[in-house]
């Protein structure tokens, strides 16, 4: 055991997924050309004024409802100074003492796989930057102001999180919510969805926390994963080897997996926080709220109870299943279509499903097999016209457009050979054929039955009931 407790608060950063932006009419969408989308607010020009587009109020709002937080009547922006390129105004409009959401709650397993609560801060409002563009001009940096005023949720955890492991759990929650709530993409590649890690150690047993380092700008589970568990192996060497953790900000290179000195703490801005003048306070009717919790969707966590309650499923698949909204809507059609067992559309769906669609980076809205056709797959195992096996050649079939189910078990014969007679006939065939096997069969050797039952099953190509068939050599031996 080590003797080393590890300490960890995420800071996650949500873009939301509103049209304009939060203080200007701006267009939000992804990938336009450079400062196409920028306009005069966005630029920081003197004069113009910000305007809170109401969105954004709701989006925090359900999000405060779906974690159980308060959302607060009064939330003030503020001015958060500091001066970089891409930051025209010279500062960050965010929110600093009264934010919009304050407390909160969600449930994680931890590494031990029990259920853990992790304690949410607070939630706060603020604008995006713009984009510094350091790889197009040789010599020069450029400036893309077209994220300049993206609304931004910033999510703060309580230091509750004890290991990698568990950071990454919460973070894919959060994650999970915000989706099925529609009010962010998600989209990790372009930035919609990215974190600060705080990470310290102290010694099992110790109350106050250690030191912390912060690993900014994290876009990926796998490098949050990664740059955490480096920054836990360089504090315990750093105190190991009888130095102190310097409270610093720190960069992840996924290159090098490491992380690297930004600014210490003696280099920190100093923000001068003060209320922004040009915004008035946000101020939020309790009929407001009411009207946004009636308007939240299942939550994730609550799906998952209920999918274990209404189809039998095992937690950890409905888990699996109710991860995004769009997968578990599949699920729920397949299951409520197919005739069959619930659970086996649960394995399909979690197993061959999810590997085709990973193998093809497909999401599962735009699965080449439809949930009608799964279950028209499915119903074919149940009613016994193929067995497990030959259903995963017709899925392969289906998954490559030869057609339904139905159609490809017709063209290719693949249904099972039902007719007693004619097995009857292939059994005895292959029994004459292997009368050593036979032999040790009768004098006790009943792990022989898989030899035979395979031999029948390799002269059917597989389209033999294996019930059927395990039945009849066990008559015909005995
Ligand atoms: P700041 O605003 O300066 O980044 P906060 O006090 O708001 O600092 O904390 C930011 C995040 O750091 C929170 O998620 C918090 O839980 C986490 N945190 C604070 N102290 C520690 C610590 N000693 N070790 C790990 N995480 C910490
Ligand atoms: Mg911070």
Redesign the pocket.
């Known amino acids: 055991m080590s003797r080393w407790e590890v300490?960890?608060?995420?800071?996650i950063h949500t873009q939301l997924a509103t049209n304009s932006k939060i203080f200007s009419g701006s267009s939000t969408a992804y990938g336009a050309e450079p400062n196409a989308q920028a306009s005069l607010v966005d630029l920081g020009y003197p004069g113009v004024l910000p305007v809170l587009n109401v969105e954004v109020v709701r989006m925090a709002a359900m999000f405060g409802l779906a974690v159980n937080a308060t959302v607060a009547k009064r939330s003030i922006f503020a001015r958060k100074n500091y001066f970089y390129p891409d930051l025209p105004k010279g500062y960050q409009i965010s929110q600093y003492e009264l934010p919009i959401v304050v407390g909160g709650e969600l449930f994680i397993r931890d590494d031990a796989g029990d259920e853990k609560r992790i304690r949410i801060?607070r939630a706060h409002l603020e604008e995006d930057a713009g984009k510094s563009v350091h790889d197009e001009f040789e010599g020069s940096t450029g400036v893309d102001l077209n994220r300049a005023g993206t609304p931004l949720l910033e999510i703060?955890?309580?230091?509750d999180l004890r290991s990698a492991k568990e950071a990454v759990a919460y973070m894919r929650k959060i994650h999970s919510i915000v989706r099925y709530l529609e009010i962010s993409d998600g989209n990790m590649q372009e930035g919609s969805f990215r974190c600060d890690a705080?990470?310290?150690v102290r010694q099992v047993g110790q109350v106050e926390?250690?030191?912390?380092a912060?690993v900014k700008n994290l876009n990926s589970f796998r490098f949050v994963e990664k740059a955490i568990n480096f920054e836990i192996a360089r504090q315990i060497d750093v105190i190991e080897d009888g130095g102190v953790v310097v409270q610093e900000t720190r960069l992840y290179d996924s290159d090098k997996d490491e992380t690297r000195s930004m600014r210490s703490k003696e280099e920190a801005n100093d923000y001068r926080y003060f209320p922004d003048p040009d915004l008035l306070p946000v101020e939020i009717e309790d009929s407001f709220v009411e009207e946004v919790r009636r308007s939240l969707p299942e939550l994730p966590h609550v799906k998952c109870a209920r999918f274990i309650a209404e189809y039998a499923l095992k937690e950890a698949d409905a888990e699996i299943l109710t991860v995004s909204r769009a997968l578990a809507d599949f699920y729920e059609e397949v299951a409520k279509t197919t005739a069959g067992d619930s659970r086996i559309a649960a394995n399909w769906i979690i197993g061959d499903l999810s590997a085709l669609l990973n193998r093809d980076n497909i999401d599962i809205q735009d699965s080449p097999i439809t949930p009608i056709a799964l279950a028209g797959l499915l119903d074919r195992i149940t009613d016994d016209t193929i067995s497990g096996k030959i259903a995963k050649e017709v899925f392969d079939g289906m998954s490559t457009g030869e057609g339904s189910a139905d159609e490809i078990i017709a063209a290719k014969g693949l249904q099972q050979i039902t007719d007693v007679s004619a097995l009857d006939a292939i059994v005895a065939a292959i029994i004459d054929a292997n009368p050593a096997q036979v032999a040790d069969y009768r004098a006790g050797k009943e792990k022989l039955l898989g030899f035979f039952v395979g031999q029948v099953m390799k002269e059917t190509g597989g389209k033999a009931n294996p019930g059927q068939v395990n039945q009849l050599i066990k008559q015909k031996l005995s």
Do not use: A, F, K, Y
Not at 7 to 11: M, P, Q, S, T
Not at 209 to 212: A, D, E, F, I, P
């Open positions: 300490v960890i608060g995420l800071e801060t703060v955890s309580e230091p705080n990470v310290s926390l250690g030191t912390r912060e």
